[in-house]
């Protein structure tokens, strides 16, 4: 095995123990505030830079400022509502099954990075070295990318190799 294999495995085996620990239940509160605070950044920072962020003459620093702001406090309010529900969940007795769940999340998420870090791999001059010729995950995560491209972005897609 190269370092790129132990690389790759380092990075799902930590993507797996951090959302263990952390369990579902906050993986996926918190992943939803992050798509929110996204959502909610876009409808309101407009409005809400134009309103209460006059002090900042700039117009772009003021769009950034009430985007950055908006993002921010969904965020921090799905983090507090998951730490809530999470220990919740612990005083109820249902933390072994939260977790474990957890732990499966954080096996799809570390595969996604790990298809995303080989992917992005290839498209540079790392795809043509001896590490990268001898990694032993490398041609199950192209095969897997292959599989998947159908429900990929479009834009995503025409970085991907042709295979």
Not at 79 to 106: E, T
Not at 125 to 144: D, F, H, Y
Request: with cysteine; net charge positive.
């Amino acid at each position: 095995m190269s370092p790129l294999d132990w690389f790759l495995l380092v990075v799902v085996g930590l993507s797996v123990l951090i959302s263990l620990l952390r369990g579902a239940v906050y993986e996926i509160v918190t992943l939803l505030g992050w798509i929110g605070g996204v959502w909610f950044a876009a409808h309101f920072a407009p409005s809400l830079g134009a309103r209460y962020l006059q002090a900042i003459d700039n117009i772009d620093m003021r769009l950034l400022a009430a985007y950055a702001m908006c993002f921010i406090v969904v965020v921090l309010c799905a983090g507090i509502l998951a730490s809530v529900l999470r220990l919740l969940l612990r005083a109820s007795g249902l933390g072994i099954f939260d977790r474990s769940m957890g732990a499966l999340i954080g096996l799809v998420k570390g595969v996604a990075l790990s298809l995303l870090l080989v992917a992005l791999g290839a498209q540079t001059a790392l795809a043509q070295s001896a590490m990268w010729k001898t990694a032993v995950l490398i041609p199950p995560a192209q095969s897997l990318l292959l599989a998947i491209r159908p429900w990929l972005p479009a834009a995503f897609v025409t970085h991907l190799p042709q295979g």
